[in-house]
Structure formats: structure tokens, C-alpha cells
């Protein structure tokens, strides 16, 4: 699904969604040269695996926070975690390296990630800034209205304390 596809299903799903264009962005530090709207609302997104690479893991959190692989592991009870490649990223997600976000679940035919949101990203104003598939736009949406649409499409979604 790319970005005029995602739009597409935003609209017909009638969600409320506002677009920012930008330059191609590889990571959170290309935003802060960029005028963004809702800048406390920006996810910052991770797509890690577990060293089996059975199990695949999407985690966004308030784009300001680190994520301590290792306690994110003791806190899921998962096995040890690292990055997952490129090609891990293209074949699941059809995503490339910049561009990763939780709408790239729509994606993911076998719904075999699991989805790991940041609860702050559901606190007011409740919206988040993802790319839509594409790393030179960002869409921003409500946080609820993104959960649904990936519980919709058959993902597993979790809210936790990032």
C-alpha cells in the first residue's frame, strides 16, 4: 500500500487526517529541521525481531524517547531483540529503511507483527505523526482511529508504559 492508497483508506474509513510533506526524512533527527504541526505527537518507530526471527515486533513510542531494547524484552517477556534487516523489513512490511511505520502493518499480509504502542501517544490531543508508508510525508491521525484500522486489519495491537 502506498502513500495515495493509505490516503484513500483513511478517507473512505472517514478518519480525520491531516498531511505534511517533507523532504525524505531517515531519522528523527532530519525532523527537527522541519515545521511540524502537532511535534509532541511524532512517533518515532522501531521494527526489531527476536534472534529466532520467528517473532517480529513494531514498536512506536513518542518520537523524544529511546527504547532500552533490553528492558522492552524483560518487560514482554520476549526473547533477546535486535533490529531487523532490510529484508525482513521489504519482504513483511514492503517498507524500505527511513519509512517504517505502524501503517505499514496494512502491509503485512500474514499479520504476524506484533504492534507495540507508546500509552503517552494516546494521551490528549490523542493524535499521532506517522509516515504513510513513505518517508517524505507524515500523516497525522488519531491515535484510536490508527489502533482500529490495525486491529481491523488483524494485527495484534498493545498499549504500554514506553
Given at each position: 500500500m502506498n502513500k495515495h492508497e493509505v490516503y484513500a483508506l483513511l478517507k473512505e474509513r472517514d478518519?480525520?487526517?491531516?498531511?505534511?510533506e517533507h523532504e525524505a526524512v531517515y531519522d528523527m533527527d532530519a525532523l527537527?529541521?522541519?515545521?511540524?504541526p502537532y511535534p509532541d505527537s511524532q512517533a518515532k518507530n522501531l521494527f526489531i525481531r527476536d534472534?529466532?526471527?520467528r517473532n517480529f515486533y513494531l514498536?512506536?513510542?513518542?518520537?523524544?524517547?529511546?527504547?532500552d531494547l533490553k528492558a522492552f524484552q524483560e518487560q514482554h517477556g520476549t526473547r533477546h531483540l535486535s533490529f531487523a534487516s532490510e529484508?525482513?523489513?521489504?519482504?513483511?512490511?514492503?517498507?524500505t529503511p527511513g519509512a517504517v511505520t505502524p501503517l505499514g502493518l496494512l502491509n503485512d499480509a500474514d499479520c504476524t507483527v506484533q504492534f507495540f504502542l507508546d500509552e503517552d501517544l494516546l494521551a490528549?490531543?490523542?493524535v499521532i505523526g506517522v509516515h504513510p508508508n513513505d518517508n517524505?510525508?507524515?500523516?497525522?491521525?488519531?491515535?484510536a482511529d490508527l489502533i482500529e484500522l490495525i486491529e481491523d486489519h488483524g494485527n495484534a495491537v498493545t498499549v504500554f508504559a514506553a
Open positions: 478518519f480525520w487526517f491531516e498531511v505534511t527537527t529541521n522541519i515545521q511540524m534472534d529466532k526471527k514498536v512506536s513510542v513518542q518520537g523524544d524517547k529511546r527504547v529484508k525482513y523489513l521489504h519482504n513483511i512490511l514492503n517498507l490528549e490531543p490523542g517524505t510525508a507524515t500523516v497525522w491521525m488519531k491515535t
